[in-house]
C-alpha cells in the first residue's frame, strides 16, 4: 500500500522511519517532508494546507492512507475534503474532522468540553474586546501567575504567563483589542494557574476504542534551567518516571475515558491522536490543554518505544478495529535532545552546511528543519535535528545522545545540556 505523511518537521520523519517498518507498505511519500525523510521516502513540495495539491498526489500516486502531522491541515479540514470527494472519501484519513480539531484550534471550545464532560482543567473565562472590563474583573479574583490563552492557533505563541495584574491587564488589551495575535487572539481564555509538573499522556483513537501511548515531557524553554524563551521544544523523556501505573490509571478514568465518550455524545467521530497535556498536582491529573496531533519533539521519544507495527494501528483506526490490534511498548527509557539554530527562538540564519550525523551509531537522528541541495544538508529552521537514544535509565539514554551529538556540527549551533537532569 502507498501511504502519504502531510508535514515536514522531526515528528513526520519519526512517522516515516516507524512506518517503514511495516511489511504492508510498497512506498511512502512525505509532503513537503525534510533532508531526512528524502533518503527513506519520496519528498513532494507542496503545502500540506493546499488540499487540491494534496489530492493531485493521492490520485497520481495511488496513495491509499493520509497521515497528518501538523494541526493546521485538520483544523482546515483536510479530513472533511477528503470525505466530500467522490474520488478521496474512500481513503483514510489519520486524523480528526473539523469538528474534532476545535480541540486545539478553539482554547474556548476546549475548555467548555472539558467542562460539560467533566474532564479535571484549571478555572477559566472567555474573554473578547466587548468584554473587556470583565475580563479585567475576572483577573482581579486570580492569584498571580495569570495565564492568558489566545482562543486560536498562534504558532505555539498565544499563551501568556504573567506575575504582574498590571501587566496582564495590559496584555489582555493588547489581545483582544489590538491583536497581538491577530485573529488567534480575538477571544483569549483565561484561566487560573495550575501548579505542579507538567508531563504529555498520548492516546491514538478510532472514534470508539483507544489505546493510551507512552507518556513523555518535553523541554520549551530555550535555556538551561528551565530558562529564557519558549521555543516548539528542546528536548523529551520517556516515560515519565513520576507518571507510575496509580497516576496512569487516575489519567485513564478521570481524562481519557471521559474525553472519548464526550467526544462520542457530541457526535464527534474522532480518528486519530489526542495529545493530552497534564499537570501532575500531588498525584492528580489536570488537563491544561489538548492538541490534536503527537507532539514534537515527544514523538520522537514516544515512537522509538512502541514495538508493534505503527501502519497497522493506523488501520485500526481507520476501520474502527483498533481493540483488535496488539499493540506493546519497551520498558526502555528514550531520551531526544533537540539541536537547534542560533538565535533560535527569535531570528537565525538559515542554509548551514550539517556535517557529522551520518557517523551517528547509538541514536536515531531524526531530521526537523533540514533540506537538500547539491547533495549537501542544510539547516531551514529553528529546530533541526532531534537526537534520541534508548537506554535502561534516563542518564545511559542521555549519555547515548550527548555522545552522538558531539559528532554532528553546523555553524551556530545550540542545544540543552540539561535535558531530563531534572527527573535524575
Known sequence: MNVLILGSGGREHAFAIKLLESKKINQLF???GNAGTDKIAINIHINPTDFLAVKNIVLENQIKMVVVGPEAPLVDGVHDFFLADDELKNIPVIGPKKDGALLEG???????????HGVPTARYQSFTKDNLEEGFAFLETLEPPFVLKADGLAAGKGVLILNSLKEAKEELKEMVSNQKFGDASSTVVIEEFLQGIELSVFVLTDGKNYKILPSAKDYKRIGEGDVGLNTGGMG???PVPFADKSFLDKVEELVVKPTITGLQKDGIDYRGF???????DNG???VVEYNVRMGDPETEVV????????????????NQTLHEKSFSVTDKTATTVMLVSGGYPEAYEKNKVITGFDAVKDSLVFHA????????????????MAITSLGNSIEEALEKS???INNISFEKMNYRKDIGFDLI
Open 30 to 32: 512525505v509532503a513537503p
Open 106 to 116: 478553539s482554547k474556548d471550545f476546549s475548555k467548555q468540553f472539558m467542562q460539560k
Open 236 to 238: 523529551a523523556i520517556s
Open 274 to 280: 489526542i495529545f493530552i497535556g497534564l499537570m501532575n
Open 284 to 286: 492528580n491529573p489536570s
Open 303 to 318: 515512537l522509538p518505544r512502541i514495538e508493534s507495527d505503527l501502519f497497522d494501528l493506523f488501520e485500526g483506526v481507520a
Open 369 to 384: 528543519g533540514t533540506k537538500i541541495e547539491n547533495d549537501k544538508v542544510l539547516t531551514n529552521g529553528g529546530r533541526v
Open 402 to 404: 550527548y555522545k552522538s
